[in-house]
């Protein structure tokens, strides 16, 4: 099967840096994603990384290294919108996709 | 251009009873896949539709099945529903010719049985 571990919970301020860990265990996928998700709301694509390496899209950037089964996310000068759920994804053959636990970050001024 | 849209936005339902819900994926789109979010949890993905067929399903019962109709709208059914049922359903679309297109999501109905 398919497993995704990230932290439960993160707290920053705003202007911060803060970065999401990902480890995952499957046997084969398409590549990794991003999802953000407001409270009550629906989950909106952040990045998706199909090869190994950083992806940068504004503030945000995402980075994937297959040999180590690892990823993170990586929010930059952080706004108090950005206090969401994010949910590391694996996009697996037939695009189902795999989403881990996801990580409450909570940003304070 | 819209979005994908979910119908209805709440449902209370019992236990046992039986229910509907309705998704429009977004335009252009051909693929609809159903996901359950129960609080505090990750989408779990239920099955894809695909040309008005269930094209992969995750780890559901019998009871949870869909349809998708011509026009790429689907639905998804639940029967003889269970206290656990209660969570959010989400729909999301996607073009199937990307195989890694990004998937946009509904948002959702929240679904409680009583």
């Known amino acids: 099967g398919q497993s995704l571990e990230q932290p439960s919970e993160v707290t920053a301020v705003e202007g911060a840096i803060v970065q999401i860990n990902c480890t995952y265990q499957?046997?084969?996928?398409?590549?990794l994603s991003w999802y953000q998700q407001h409270d009550g709301g629906a989950p909106t694509f952040l990045s998706y990384?199909?090869?190994?390496g950083l992806e940068e899209t504004g503030r945000f950037s995402s980075f994937l290294s297959r040999s180590d089964s690892y990823g993170y996310l990586l929010l930059q000068e952080l706004q108090m919108k950005d206090s969401a759920s994010y949910f590391c994804?694996?996009?697996?053959?037939?695009?189902?996709?795999?989403f881990g636990k996801g990580t409450t970050l909570s940003v304070s001024s | 251009d819209a979005g994908v849209t979910q119908s209805p936005t709440h449902l209370i339902k019992t236990r046992g009873q039986q229910v509907t819900l309705r998704c429009s994926p977004k335009s252009g789109h051909d693929t609809v896949s159903w996901y359950q979010q129960a609080l505090g949890q990750g989408p779990q993905f239920i099955f894809q539709y695909y040309e008005e067929e269930e094209r992969q399903r995750g780890n559901f019962p019998d009871r949870f099945s869909g349809h998708q109709f011509p026009n790429y709208s689907s639905e998804l059914n639940v029967n003889a529903l269970l206290l656990g049922d209660s969570a959010l359903y989400l729909c999301?679309?996607?073009?199937?010719?990307?195989?890694?297109?990004?998937?946009?999501f509904g948002p959702g109905t929240r679904l409680t049985v009583l």
């Open positions: 990384n199909g090869l190994d």
């Open positions: 994804v694996l996009n697996q053959a037939g695009t189902a996709l795999i």
């Open positions: 499957t046997s084969g996928f398409y590549g």
């Open positions: 999301a679309s996607s073009l199937d010719r990307i195989i890694t297109d990004t998937q946009y």
